[in-house]
C-alpha cells in the first residue's frame, strides 16, 4: 500500500508553517507557488510564515459557496463594492498575503488600484472579510487572524464556527461579540441592507 507523504498527512490535519523569513519570498513568487501547487492553499504571514493548508472539505466547501453567493447577490444590488471568494488573496498593509473565505471590497478602492495588481494579490485589506472554520481549523490561530484583518482596516468580520453554532463578530472600535446559535447576521452599518440567513449552513 503507497504511503501518505509526511507533508501531505501533516496538511491533512490542519494546517503546516514554514518559517520563510530568510528566503525572502515575493508577491510574485508567493504567486507562482500557489499557481504550482493547486491542491493546497497557502498564505504568507506578516513574521514570513508560509501557512499551508488543505483544500476544504465538501460540507466546508458548500457552506463557502452559500456565503459568498449571497454577498454578491447583495452586492450587485447595492452596487458600491464588489465581492471577492477564497481563490483572492490581499496583501495586508501589515506585509501579510491573507486569503479569507468571503470578502466585500468599496468599489472605488478596486478601481484605483492598477490592472497588475487586480490580477495578483490586491495590495489592501476589504472592509469586510468572513472566515469559515473547517474542522482541522484552530479557534485561537482564526481569531488571531480576525484581530490582524481588523488591525489592517477591516470594518467588520464574520469568524463562523459551524461546528459550534457559533459566530464571532469583529466591529472596528467595538467589543467582540460572540453569537450562540443565530439564525441571521447583519451587516449594518458596513454592508447597509444585508441580512445572512446563517440557518443556512448550521
Not at 6 to 15: F, K, N, P
Not at 134 to 148: G, I, V
Request: hydrophobic residues 40%; negative net charge.
Amino acid at each position: 500500500m503507497a504511503r501518505t507523504p509526511l507533508l501531505e498527512q501533516q496538511v491533512m490535519t490542519g494546517s503546516l508553517i514554514l518559517n520563510v523569513e530568510n528566503l525572502g519570498l515575493t508577491s510574485d513568487q508567493f504567486l507562482q507557488l500557489c499557481s504550482d501547487n493547486r491542491d493546497l492553499r497557502f498564505e504568507l504571514t506578516a513574521r514570513k510564515e508560509l501557512v499551508i493548508m488543505p483544500l476544504p472539505g465538501a460540507n466546508t466547501s458548500r457552506r463557502n459557496a452559500i456565503i459568498t453567493t449571497e454577498l454578491t447577490i447583495w452586492a450587485r444590488k447595492d452596487g458600491t463594492g464588489i465581492t471577492f471568494d477564497s481563490a483572492c488573496w490581499f496583501i495586508l498593509p501589515n506585509g501579510a498575503n491573507r486569503g479569507p473565505d468571503a470578502a466585500w471590497l468599496k468599489r472605488e478602492r478596486w478601481d484605483a488600484l492598477p490592472a497588475e495588481a487586480k490580477e495578483k494579490g490586491a495590495p489592501l485589506c476589504p472592509e469586510f472579510v468572513v472566515e469559515l472554520m473547517s474542522p482541522s481549523d484552530r479557534l485561537a490561530e482564526q481569531k488571531e487572524k480576525m484581530e490582524e484583518y481588523m488591525a489592517n482596516g477591516a470594518l467588520l468580520g464574520w469568524l463562523i464556527d459551524p461546528n459550534h453554532s457559533t459566530v464571532y463578530v469583529y466591529r472596528r472600535g467595538a467589543s467582540l461579540q460572540t453569537l450562540e446559535n443565530p439564525s441571521t447576521l447583519s451587516g449594518e452599518p458596513v454592508l447597509p441592507g444585508f441580512v445572512f440567513n446563517i440557518s443556512e449552513i448550521w
